[in-house]
């Protein structure tokens, strides 16, 4: 199994920047790693998933302000984001499937982190 814990959450003001960080440990394979979000609301949506080969794909909302990234030595994934708007406030998870994702944002993921609060101000 693989256990997730995320970091670097908290408030910022709009078109301020945030790192999120995930931190994986235990024995299991992730060929994909991702984060997901849910705002006030809303349902959990994909933000950005990450395969092992490079692949990277993002929601539209994120494309040119989000980056996501891996530090596989540190077992570590991260999420830049810049350019932080209200829209972005929302609960983010770290998730990891043992499969690539192939470029899909759907949350079939086997493992997830219990998440972070992210919360941008006007």
């Known amino acids: 199994a693989v256990h997730l814990v995320e970091s670097g959450g908290g408030t910022v003001q709009a078109g301020g920047s945030l790192r999120l960080s995930c931190a994986a440990s235990g024995s299991g394979l992730s060929r994909c790693m991702g984060w997901f979000r849910q705002g006030p609301g809303k349902e959990r949506e994909g933000v950005a998933v990450?395969?092992?080969?490079?692949?990277?794909t993002y929601d539209d909302s994120v494309k040119g302000r989000f980056t996501i990234s891996r530090e596989n030595d540190e077992n570590t994934l991260y999420l830049q984001m810049n350019n932080l708007q209200s829209a972005d406030t929302a609960m983010y998870y770290c998730?990891?499937?043992?499969?690539?994702?192939?470029?899909?944002?759907?949350?079939?993921?086997?493992?997830w982190g219990e998440g972070i609060q992210v919360t941008i101000s006007s």
């Open positions: 990450l395969d092992s080969d490079g692949r990277v």
């Open positions: 998730a990891a499937k043992v499969d690539y994702c192939l470029g899909s944002l759907w949350m079939d993921m086997d493992y």
